[in-house]
């Protein structure tokens, strides 16, 4: 049975998970979505709102482990959705393990002409494939895309360009999908354009021929990876929209 995928995860992978309670890795099971702010959490995302009022940057608070526990919650979202930085961002602290990497590129339209102002929202796994710190996957309605720990959102500069500061992603556990870091990417204007697509790595090991045939069928971009003299990595990835 041929079977869609849907943002990077195959519609037999969701099904199968959630019709068996959902054991991605050594008994850990989904994690729910996020509830009602506790307190403490109010607290937390009242601190952040109140440290981007006064300049701190975007990058900076994505960078600070003491939010992390905040990064799932919507209201937190929105504040970095609304506070998105122009060129540049940083979505993780450096205490957060994983392969350093630098990823950069452009957004363009059909023609290849460069959008300026394209809105990016970008989120992956950890470095051991968890997009929570709870579990693999996060339940509900796309738990993964709404409440993924490391996440961010940036626009592009004059140039159409964007440029993340993270950690490379690791494939999901019990499962041959490649590794990948989601992209949604959508403009204003006439007309306005959108695209939903992942950035996987030329190297990874689950990168088969079967896997690279189906992700160009999806339109996914496969980024050869280059080491910088620091030890860090760094792809290219560019998108057109059309």
Request: proline letters at 8%; hydrophobic letters at 40%.
């Given at each position: 049975?041929?079977?869609?995928?849907?943002?990077?995860?195959?519609?037999?992978?969701?099904?199968?998970?959630?019709?068996?309670?959902?054991?991605p890795e050594g008994g850990a099971r989904l994690t729910p979505p996020p509830g009602e702010e506790t307190p403490e959490i109010r607290g937390l995302i009242?601190?952040?709102?109140?440290?981007?009022?006064?300049?701190?940057?975007?990058?900076?608070?994505?960078?600070?482990?003491?939010?992390?526990?905040?990064?799932?919650?919507?209201?937190?979202?929105?504040?970095?959705?609304?506070?998105?930085?122009?060129?540049?961002?940083?979505?993780?602290?450096?205490?957060?393990?994983?392969?350093?990497?630098h990823v950069h590129g452009t957004v363009s339209d059909a023609a290849g002409r460069p959008l300026p102002g394209a809105l990016l929202y970008v989120y992956?796994?950890?470095?051991?494939?968890?997009?929570?710190?709870?579990?693999?996957?996060?339940?509900?309605?796309?738990?993964?895309?709404?409440?993924?720990?490391?996440?961010?959102?940036?626009?592009?500069?004059?140039?159409?360009?964007?440029?993340?500061?993270?950690?490379?992603?690791?494939?999901?556990?019990?499962?041959?999908?490649?590794?990948?870091?989601?992209?949604?990417?959508?403009?204003?204007?006439?007309?306005?354009?959108?695209?939903?697509?992942?950035?996987?790595?030329?190297?990874?090991?689950?990168?088969?021929?079967?896997?690279?045939?189906?992700?160009?069928?999806?339109?996914?971009?496969?980024?050869?990876?280059?080491?910088?003299?620091?030890?860090?990595?760094?792809?290219?990835?560019?998108?057109?929209?059309?």
């Amino acid at each position: 049975m041929k079977m869609r995928r849907f943002l990077g995860v195959s519609l037999l992978a969701v099904l199968c998970v959630t019709a068996a309670g959902a054991q991605p890795e050594g008994g850990a099971r989904l994690t729910p979505p996020p509830g009602e702010e506790t307190p403490e959490i109010r607290g937390l995302i009242d601190r952040a709102q109140a440290a981007l009022a006064a300049n701190r940057t975007v990058s900076e608070l994505l960078a600070d482990e003491s939010f992390m526990p905040a990064h799932a919650y919507p209201r937190f979202r929105s504040l970095i959705r609304a506070k998105a930085p122009i060129g540049t961002v940083t979505l993780v602290p450096t205490s957060e393990p994983g392969q350093r990497l630098h990823v950069h590129g452009t957004v363009s339209d059909a023609a290849g002409r460069p959008l300026p102002g394209a809105l990016l929202y970008v989120y992956h796994t950890s470095a051991k494939g968890w997009y929570s710190d709870k579990a693999a996957h996060i339940s509900g309605s796309s738990g993964d895309t709404r409440s993924a720990r490391l996440f961010a959102y940036l626009r592009t500069d004059a140039a159409g360009r964007y440029e993340l500061h993270t950690i490379r992603p690791a494939g999901y556990p019990a499962s041959d999908l490649p590794a990948h870091i989601h992209v949604q990417i959508e403009t204003a204007g006439d007309p306005p354009r959108t695209r939903v697509t992942e950035i996987q790595f030329d190297d990874d090991p689950r990168l088969t021929p079967l896997w690279r045939e189906r992700s160009r069928q999806e339109g996914f971009v496969i980024v050869s990876v280059k080491r910088e003299a620091g030890g860090a990595q760094s792809v290219v990835a560019d998108f057109q929209l059309r």
